[in-house]
């Protein structure tokens, strides 16, 4: 989508055409709806866009990887919402916060490595196995919580969200902290130049001697553990579990992912495009409810920025 | 004789649908066992009758993944043409008119997404995945968490009433398994689509109207949503935002369980009503042996994986 | 008396149902380019594979420098020095040249787990430099055209260095220029004492470039010749078993009626520009050229698979435009290139595929009448001498002969009055291939046009009434009557030397 050296960092030229699709919807939004609403532009909402968007970021960044290695994580959303109910769990039995942490970031990265070795191993079509996936997430968190929400979650797991440090909220360390954590895996290790390879030419990775399944499996792994993580922050927002927390927000990740640039070609990706896909949904959610739009309808334009996104794209690609 | 053993022989697609009503029969012997309240005359009709309402969703369903594709708009579908039908009928009294509207909501989503594949191209995952959230925002926002209830009787008849003692779902999932059989088995059309699924590029090269025949398959699995989501209603008599929500999985199962190949091209009617009746049989025995409700999306969900699993092992032995 | 570097003996390699090597032996010198020769499913594919570790050999023992060695996967066959560069690139388009070179080798920077890579863009720039590539390492691969990223795979080879190295069919897609450059490249290679398996196709590179000559058939080694002495027919002769020309028959007069097909400047977005040519009723004619040289997207442009820029495409007067269906409606039927993945559905029987294109007019109500469909379909493979127990039998079973048969057979129902062939004996066994050109012929003696696109210039030579030669997405002549020959196809289809 951009210039001939994209994936070790991007430049952006001035003609409009080289501008990624992302930045342009980015500003469009906002530019709407500071003009819609006054209070959209202030330092404080901005801030409110950016904390809340970081659950969202931790697991698109992910996401990012497993559709760029040609496969789609459709149990996120639901895994995210087990994850949350699981560290409510232990933090209503245990009261101890690391303990609860632990098995957050466990379950997320089992639930991970499962998906995973079933795509790869069994050598199952990733879209059908994560939605199966779904669904039994679903039904585990129901059944952890027998339906209600997990309330005895103790004081200190609310500070993850609502606490600051050095006057930025916690929530931003986190999303900065993933970010450069995967920016890293993906452009400066092997994993990551695997993953490239995993999309673009598995065959070509095989012969090179290289033990593709394995890398292939992490791939699921790494995105169960982010979810675990960011479930975390989840439970911290609501100070409770409950059982459909993020259900539906595989949605919200996919949609950040293909606005943010990466498609379902051949192994490439944009893991920046995905950070600004992530804000682009963040805004318009932040904005649409400003203006008293509904959770409903804010859903349905998430769609519609889907389609701008990849109308977007097949313009560009054909100019 | 030796040409129908042969055909036997080849006809893989016999050969599953066999294994699968073998199922079928040992579900039922199984729970007959298990408890008493299985094979009782009212438990039967209503499985009957839930494996009906299943069907009728998923028959439409089973044309798109024959192109080797996939709605999953289906379950939304369903949802917003039975809140369409249901505010029609309340506010204009009339039947017709509900039904027409329920029919034609189906019809323009299925539209809506035959033009996200044919003309934008998008993978019919992302386009009915899209479709579906903004359908549900939709709904949610049209219907404004209101319910809707207190239909008339003769509407109801479609959902809950009995002809002979028999629920009229299964009177509707016999006709639309006999129609869709035709069509697919003996309409040209139908022949059309099982290439495209099989071949899209050969399809195409051999001079089939490849666009035109998948923007038929989306268009036919809006419609029967729109058909089926009347029977939901005249059943359930009531209509509020979120009923489509949790018939999408139960469809797809449904396809998948009766063989129909993710990957086009495989499939019968047939199959998803034999999909249909596992799927709701075990789900029922799940209830009847008071198995907690939170387990069901559980259950779907393995049975979807196993059910694709199997198909993939089969004919990766046959050697495909 | 030197070692060989590499020496395979009786190696064999089974799948079910399938020898694809049996008890080949075979082995390269330093220094030496070694041809290998054989039709498609010689076994050629399959060696190279056993070479390079993705598979395994079932039988027999590989020798390098005369120790015994063990090929058991890919790092075992780098450690030996051996390096495959198959036709499909193994290239992961969107990483640069750096990375593509040391895919699966990467350097470890300072901090454990990360990569150096201006280590790895230092070297890949001096491998780049030893091949006169000057191209930014940063560039992603998929940007490259096909003779720069060969190269790319060259420079990946040497980076690893390799002593043997194996070339599929490597000026497949290249152009004249290109070609001479990679000679230049494999010369120098050769006199640094690289081995060189080369696989080709091309008569005029085997005697040129090769030392030696091995051919396989059928997973057998048949023969081994010396390029100084063997000619091209005894090498065909190895490579096929027996004579050729027998297929090739044509005993009938061509009577050629009004103009069936009329390609005015054509042009297409797929790079072919100004096509003008004629088919007539009654006759057969060829179009001719080197692989690349736009023969098949004339073919897609026609039929409407690819858009045309520019130009027109006339059938029987009528201006064509539009999807392929359309075509078929007026009477274009397409025999294309692959019959696997473009000409049959291979889950779907022989019957499903035989009456697919023809649905319309057989069933005008458009309701399906199995009876008359088995009827139809059992006519044609009688008809056709389709080796199948059934109709009801899936075609992927089926030979490459038969498959062959069923994806021309499907245009039998239409009522087809010009049908465009694409490579039609590919891959076909000498068999077979004389029924398909008896096919051929009926259909010509009945009054269908045919257009012939292949690759084989005997088959141009002797089947064809008059032959149009492309090179580089252009027509570069015409040739009828006694000035169509073997040379003049040669030299119209080859750029300016």
């Given at each position: 989508?951009?210039?001939?050296?994209?994936?070790?960092?991007?430049?952006?030229?001035?003609?409009?055409?080289?501008?990624?699709?992302?930045?342009?919807?980015?500003?469009a939004c906002m530019l709407v709806f500071s003009i819609l609403n006054a209070d959209f532009l202030s330092?404080?909402n901005l801030?409110n866009i950016?904390?809340?968007?970081?659950?969202?970021?931790?697991?698109?960044?992910?996401?990012?990887?497993?559709?760029?290695?040609?496969?789609?994580?459709?149990?996120?959303?639901?895994?995210?919402?087990?994850?949350?109910?699981?560290?409510?769990?232990?933090?209503?039995?245990?009261?101890?916060?690391?303990?609860?942490?632990?098995?957050?970031?466990?379950?997320?990265?089992?639930?991970?490595?499962?998906?995973?070795?079933?795509?790869?191993?069994?050598?199952?079509?990733?879209?059908?196995?994560?939605?199966?996936?779904?669904?039994?997430?679903?039904?585990?968190?129901?059944?952890?919580?027998?339906?209600?929400?997990?309330?005895?979650?103790?004081?200190?797991?609310?500070?993850?969200?609502?606490?600051?440090?050095?006057?930025?909220?916690?929530?931003?360390?986190?999303?900065?902290?993933?970010?450069?954590?995967?920016?890293?895996?993906?452009?400066?290790?092997?994993?990551?130049?695997?993953?490239?390879?995993?999309?673009?030419?598995?065959?070509?990775?095989?012969?090179?001697?290289?033990?593709?399944?394995?890398?292939?499996?992490?791939?699921?792994?790494?995105?169960?553990?982010?979810?675990?993580?960011?479930?975390?922050?989840?439970?911290?927002?609501?100070?409770?579990?409950?059982?459909?927390?993020?259900?539906?927000?595989?949605?919200?990740?996919?949609?950040?992912?293909?606005?943010?640039?990466?498609?379902?070609?051949?192994?490439?990706?944009?893991?920046?495009?995905?950070?600004?896909?992530?804000?682009?949904v963040g805004v318009l959610r932040n904005g649409l409810n400003l203006i008293g739009v509904q959770s409903s309808i804010q859903v349905a334009s998430i769609?519609l920025l889907?389609?701008?996104?990849?109308?977007?794209?097949?313009?560009?690609?054909?100019? | 004789?030796?040409?129908?053993?042969?055909?036997?022989?080849?006809?893989?697609?016999?050969?599953?649908?066999?294994?699968?009503?073998?199922?079928?029969?040992?579900?039922?012997?199984?729970?007959?066992?298990?408890?008493?309240?299985?094979?009782?005359?009212?438990?039967?009709?209503?499985?009957?009758?839930?494996?009906?309402?299943?069907?009728?969703?998923?028959?439409?369903?089973?044309?798109?993944?024959?192109?080797?594709?996939?709605?999953?708009?289906?379950?939304?579908?369903?949802?917003?043409?039975?809140?369409?039908?249901?505010?029609?009928?309340?506010?204009?009294?009339?039947?017709?008119?509900?039904?027409?509207?329920?029919?034609?909501?189906?019809?323009?989503?299925?539209?809506?997404?035959?033009?996200?594949?044919?003309?934008?191209?998008?993978?019919?995952?992302?386009?009915?995945?899209?479709?579906?959230?903004?359908?549900?925002g939709?709904?949610?926002y049209?219907?404004?968490?209101?319910?809707?209830?207190?239909?008339?009787?003769?509407?109801?008849?479609?959902?809950?009433?009995?002809?002979?003692?028999?629920?009229?779902?299964?009177?509707?999932?016999?006709?639309?398994?006999?129609?869709?059989?035709?069509?697919?088995?003996?309409?040209?059309?139908?022949?059309?689509?099982?290439?495209?699924?099989?071949?899209?590029?050969?399809?195409?090269?051999?001079?089939?109207?490849?666009?035109?025949?998948?923007?038929?398959?989306?268009?036919?699995?809006?419609?029967?949503?729109?058909?089926?989501?009347?029977?939901?209603?005249?059943?359930?008599?009531?209509?509020?935002?979120?009923?489509?929500?949790?018939?999408?999985?139960?469809?797809?199962?449904?396809?998948?369980?009766?063989?129909?190949?993710?990957?086009?091209?495989?499939?019968?009617?047939?199959?998803?009503?034999?999909?249909?009746?596992?799927?709701?049989?075990?789900?029922?025995?799940?209830?009847?042996?008071?198995?907690?409700?939170?387990?069901?999306?559980?259950?779907?969900?393995?049975?979807?994986?196993?059910?694709?699993?199997?198909?993939?092992?089969?004919?990766?032995?046959?050697?495909? | 008396?030197?070692?060989?570097?590499?020496?395979?003996?009786?190696?064999?390699?089974?799948?079910?149902?399938?020898?694809?090597?049996?008890?080949?032996?075979?082995?390269?010198?330093?220094?030496?380019?070694?041809?290998?020769?054989?039709?498609?499913?010689?076994?050629?594919?399959?060696?190279?594979?056993?070479?390079?570790?993705?598979?395994?050999?079932?039988?027999?023992?590989?020798?390098?420098?005369?120790?015994?060695?063990?090929?058991?996967?890919?790092?075992?066959?780098?450690?030996?020095?051996?390096?495959?560069?198959?036709?499909?690139?193994?290239?992961?388009?969107?990483?640069?040249?750096?990375?593509?070179?040391?895919?699966?080798?990467?350097?470890?920077?300072?901090?454990?787990?990360?990569?150096?890579?201006?280590?790895?863009?230092?070297?890949?720039?001096?491998?780049?430099?030893?091949?006169?590539?000057?191209?930014?390492?940063?560039?992603?691969?998929?940007?490259?055209?096909?003779?720069?990223?060969?190269?790319?795979?060259?420079?990946?080879?040497?980076?690893?260095?390799?002593?043997?190295?194996?070339?599929?069919?490597?000026?497949?897609?290249?152009?004249?220029?290109?070609?001479?450059?990679?000679?230049?490249?494999?010369?120098?290679?050769?006199?640094?004492?690289?081995?060189?398996?080369?696989?080709?196709?091309?008569?005029?590179?085997?005697?040129?470039?090769?030392?030696?000559?091995?051919?396989?058939?059928?997973?057998?080694?048949?023969?081994?010749?010396?390029?100084?002495?063997?000619?091209?027919?005894?090498?065909?002769?190895?490579?096929?078993?027996?004579?050729?020309?027998?297929?090739?028959?044509?005993?009938?007069?061509?009577?050629?009626?009004?103009?069936?097909?009329?390609?005015?400047?054509?042009?297409?977005?797929?790079?072919?520009?100004?096509?003008?040519?004629?088919?007539?009723?009654?006759?057969?004619?060829?179009?001719?050229?080197?692989?690349?040289?736009?023969?098949?997207?004339?073919?897609?442009?026609?039929?409407?698979?690819?858009?045309?820029?520019?130009?027109?495409?006339?059938?029987?007067?009528?201006?064509?435009?539009?999807?392929?269906?359309?075509?078929?409606?007026?009477?274009?039927?397409?025999?294309?290139?692959?019959?696997?993945?473009?000409?049959?559905?291979?889950?779907?029987?022989?019957?499903?595929?035989?009456?697919?294109?023809?649905?319309?007019?057989?069933?005008?109500?458009?309701?399906?009448?199995?009876?008359?469909?088995?009827?139809?379909?059992?006519?044609?493979?009688?008809?056709?001498?389709?080796?199948?127990?059934?109709?009801?039998?899936?075609?992927?079973?089926?030979?490459?002969?038969?498959?062959?048969?069923?994806?021309?057979?499907?245009?039998?129902?239409?009522?087809?009055?010009?049908?465009?062939?694409?490579?039609?004996?590919?891959?076909?066994?000498?068999?077979?291939?004389?029924?398909?050109?008896?096919?051929?012929?009926?259909?010509?003696?009945?009054?269908?046009?045919?257009?012939?696109?292949?690759?084989?210039?005997?088959?141009?030579?002797?089947?064809?009434?008059?032959?149009?030669?492309?090179?580089?997405?252009?027509?570069?002549?015409?040739?009828?009557?006694?000035?169509?020959?073997?040379?003049?196809?040669?030299?119209?289809?080859?750029?300016?030397?």
């Amino acid at each position: 989508m951009l210039n001939t050296t994209l994936n070790e960092g991007f430049t952006i030229f001035p003609t409009l055409k080289r501008i990624p699709g992302v930045a342009l919807m980015l500003f469009a939004c906002m530019l709407v709806f500071s003009i819609l609403n006054a209070d959209f532009l202030s330092v404080p909402n901005l801030m409110n866009i950016g904390v809340q968007s970081t659950i969202l970021l931790m697991i698109s960044l992910p996401m990012t990887l497993v559709i760029m290695a040609e496969g789609i994580d459709m149990s996120i959303g639901a895994l995210l919402t087990f994850c949350g109910v699981i560290a409510a769990y232990f933090l209503a039995l245990t009261h101890n916060l690391p303990l609860a942490i632990c098995m957050a970031i466990l379950v997320g990265l089992v639930i991970g490595i499962v998906n995973g070795a079933i795509i790869v191993y069994l050598n199952m079509p990733p879209f059908v196995v994560t939605l199966g996936m779904l669904g039994i997430c679903q039904s585990l968190a129901l059944i952890v919580t027998d339906g209600q929400t997990i309330s005895d979650v103790g004081n200190t797991i609310g500070l993850a969200y609502t606490g600051n440090f050095l006057g930025i909220p916690l929530p931003i360390y986190f999303a900065i902290v993933s970010y450069v954590v995967i920016h890293i895996l993906l452009y400066h290790t092997r994993f990551g130049t695997y993953v490239f390879a995993i999309g673009g030419n598995r065959d070509a990775l095989k012969l090179a001697g290289v033990r593709v399944n394995l890398h292939h499996i992490a791939i699921y792994a790494l995105s169960g553990m982010m979810a675990g993580l960011a479930s975390i922050l989840l439970t911290a927002r609501m100070n409770s579990g409950h059982p459909t927390a993020a259900i539906g927000m595989e949605f919200d990740a996919i949609a950040a992912v293909i606005v943010g640039g990466t498609s379902f070609e051949k192994g490439n990706g944009w893991l920046f495009g995905t950070f600004l896909g992530v804000i682009t949904v963040g805004v318009l959610r932040n904005g649409l409810n400003l203006i008293g739009v509904q959770s409903s309808i804010q859903v349905a334009s998430i769609g519609l920025l889907v389609l701008v996104a990849l109308l977007l794209d097949s313009f560009k690609s054909k100019a | 004789m030796t040409n129908l053993l042969v055909e036997l022989k080849n006809s893989s697609q016999l050969k599953n649908l066999f294994f699968r009503i073998l199922v079928v029969v040992l579900i039922c012997i199984a729970l007959s066992f298990l408890t008493e309240a299985f094979f009782t005359t009212n438990n039967l009709l209503n499985v009957l009758r839930q494996a009906s309402l299943l069907f009728l969703m998923a028959s439409g369903l089973t044309l798109v993944f024959l192109t080797a594709g996939i709605d999953l708009s289906v379950g939304a579908n369903v949802g917003m043409s039975a809140c369409v039908a249901a505010v029609v009928m309340t506010t204009t009294g009339s039947t017709a008119l509900g039904f027409l509207s329920g029919i034609g909501c189906g019809l323009l989503i299925g539209i809506g997404n035959g033009l996200l594949v044919t003309l934008l191209r998008l993978p019919s995952f992302i386009a009915t995945y899209g479709m579906l959230w903004i359908l549900h925002g939709l709904t949610y926002y049209f219907m404004a968490g209101t319910t809707i209830n207190g239909f008339e009787k003769s509407f109801r008849f479609i959902g809950s009433g009995y002809l002979y003692g028999v629920p009229v779902p299964i009177y509707i999932m016999t006709l639309f398994l006999i129609l869709g059989s035709i069509f697919t088995k003996y309409s040209i059309y139908g022949q059309q689509i099982y290439a495209v699924g099989a071949n899209p590029l050969a399809a195409r090269l051999s001079g089939v109207p490849v666009n035109r025949r998948l923007m038929l398959v989306y268009v036919l699995s809006g419609m029967t949503a729109g058909l089926a989501s009347l029977v939901f209603l005249a059943r359930l008599n009531s209509a509020e935002g979120d009923i489509g929500e949790s018939l999408t999985l139960p469809a797809i199962a449904a396809v998948l369980i009766g063989g129909t190949s993710l990957f086009g091209g495989i499939g019968t009617m047939f199959g998803t009503l034999i999909g249909a009746l596992i799927l709701t049989l075990v789900l029922n025995g799940m209830n009847i042996l008071t198995i907690d409700g939170n387990y069901q999306a559980l259950v779907t969900g393995v049975i979807i994986i196993l059910s694709v699993f199997l198909d993939l092992f089969f004919r990766r032995k046959s050697g495909s | 008396m030197t070692l060989p570097i590499l020496e395979l003996r009786s190696i064999s390699k089974f799948f079910p149902g399938i020898v694809a090597l049996d008890k080949v032996s075979f082995d390269v010198y330093s220094g030496e380019v070694h041809m290998l020769l054989g039709e498609n499913g010689a076994g050629k594919s399959t060696l190279m594979k056993v070479l390079c570790g993705a598979y395994q050999a079932d039988g027999g023992e590989i020798y390098h420098q005369g120790q015994p060695v063990q090929i058991h996967h890919p790092g075992d066959a780098r450690n030996l020095g051996i390096a495959v560069i198959f036709q499909e690139f193994s290239l992961v388009p969107y990483l640069n040249i750096a990375q593509n070179i040391f895919l699966g080798r990467e350097y470890s920077g300072s901090i454990p787990g990360t990569l150096d890579h201006s280590r790895m863009h230092q070297e890949a720039k001096h491998w780049l430099r030893v091949l006169s590539l000057d191209i930014d390492t940063h560039t992603l691969v998929h940007t490259l055209g096909v003779a720069q990223q060969q190269m790319v795979e060259i420079a990946k080879a040497l980076s690893q260095d390799a002593k043997i190295l194996v070339m599929d069919e490597p000026t497949a897609a290249l152009s004249d220029r290109e070609t001479t450059l990679l000679f230049e490249m494999i010369r120098k290679l050769q006199s640094e004492g690289v081995a060189i398996i080369y696989i080709s196709h091309r008569m005029a590179e085997v005697f040129s470039m090769g030392d030696r000559i091995t051919v396989l058939r059928d997973g057998k080694q048949v023969g081994s010749a010396d390029p100084k002495t063997t000619t091209p027919d005894e090498l065909v002769q190895m490579m096929v078993g027996r004579r050729v020309d027998m297929a090739y028959a044509r005993n009938f007069q061509s009577q050629p009626g009004r103009v069936a097909l009329k390609l005015s400047h054509l042009c297409s977005e797929n790079g072919i520009e100004d096509i003008s040519l004629e088919v007539r009723e009654g006759e057969i004619v060829g179009l001719a050229g080197l692989v690349g040289a736009g023969r098949t997207e004339v073919a897609r442009a026609t039929f409407g698979v690819d858009k045309v820029s520019s130009g027109t495409v006339e059938i029987f007067g009528k201006n064509r435009t539009g999807e392929p269906f359309q075509s078929v409606d007026m009477g274009l039927a397409l025999i294309p290139e692959s019959r696997k993945t473009e000409g049959l559905a291979l889950i779907r029987s022989v019957e499903e595929n035989i009456i697919l294109s023809g649905l319309n007019k057989i069933f005008p109500s458009s309701w399906i009448n199995n009876r008359k469909v088995q009827q139809i379909s059992e006519d044609l493979i009688r008809k056709l001498r389709i080796a199948t127990p059934s109709g009801k039998q899936s075609t992927q079973l089926l030979s490459g002969g038969n498959q062959q048969k069923i994806v021309i057979g499907k245009w039998l129902t239409t009522d087809s009055k010009i049908f465009i062939f694409d490579e039609p004996t590919r891959g076909i066994d000498v068999g077979a291939k004389a029924e398909i050109f008896a096919l051929i012929y009926k259909l010509v003696e009945d009054g269908a046009a045919v257009l012939m696109i292949s690759s084989e210039l005997s088959e141009i030579v002797n089947v064809c009434d008059k032959a149009y030669v492309m090179r580089e997405g252009k027509i570069s002549g015409l040739l009828e009557k006694e000035a169509l020959n073997e040379e003049n196809i040669l030299k119209l289809g080859m750029t300016d030397a």
